[in-house]
């Protein structure tokens, strides 16, 4: 069972921004999709962006394009989330997530389920924009 851990997390006001990393063995995996995921008490944990390890494309929900990049780092093995511009909206517990049993189209375009398609997880890092 592989242990993923994220840091980076805090509170800023909006407009700010913060960079999340999550440590995680996985990225010498070429076929491994990596992911972002937030989560707000008493709603489902969603997908907010996406990287596939073999060719580096990458997905995002609408609502932080163009405000959020994913990034890889094979050297240290880490999975980064810059988010800037941040705002109310984007706070939320993060989660970093790692599989390598997704297909590449789908890490791509976002076709996951977080429960079903991801086994491995990070204990989170919390995120609040005020």
């Known amino acids: 069972h592989v242990q993923l851990v994220e840091s980076g997390g805090g509170s800023v006001q909006a407009g700010g921004s913060l960079r999340l990393s999550c440590t995680a063995p996985?990225?010498?995996?070429?076929?491994?999709?990596m992911a972002w995921f937030r989560q707000v008490a008493e709603k489902e944990r969603e997908g907010v962006a996406a990287?596939?390890?073999?060719?580096?494309?990458?997905y995002y929900r609408d609502s932080v394009k163009g405000r959020f990049t994913v990034s890889l780092d094979n050297a240290t093995n880490t999975l980064y989330l810059q988010m800037n511009s941040l705002k109310p909206e984007d706070t939320a517990m993060y989660y970093c997530?790692?599989?390598?049993?997704?297909?590449?189209?789908?890490?791509?375009?976002?076709?996951?389920?977080?429960?079903?398609?991801?086994?491995?997880w990070g204990q989170g890092t919390q995120v609040t924009v005020s």
């Open positions: 990287i596939f390890n073999g060719d580096r494309r990458v």
């Open positions: 997530a790692a599989t390598a049993g997704l297909e590449r189209e789908d890490c791509i375009e976002g076709y996951f389920i977080p429960s079903v398609d991801f086994g491995e």
């Open positions: 996985y990225l010498a995996d070429s076929s491994t999709c």
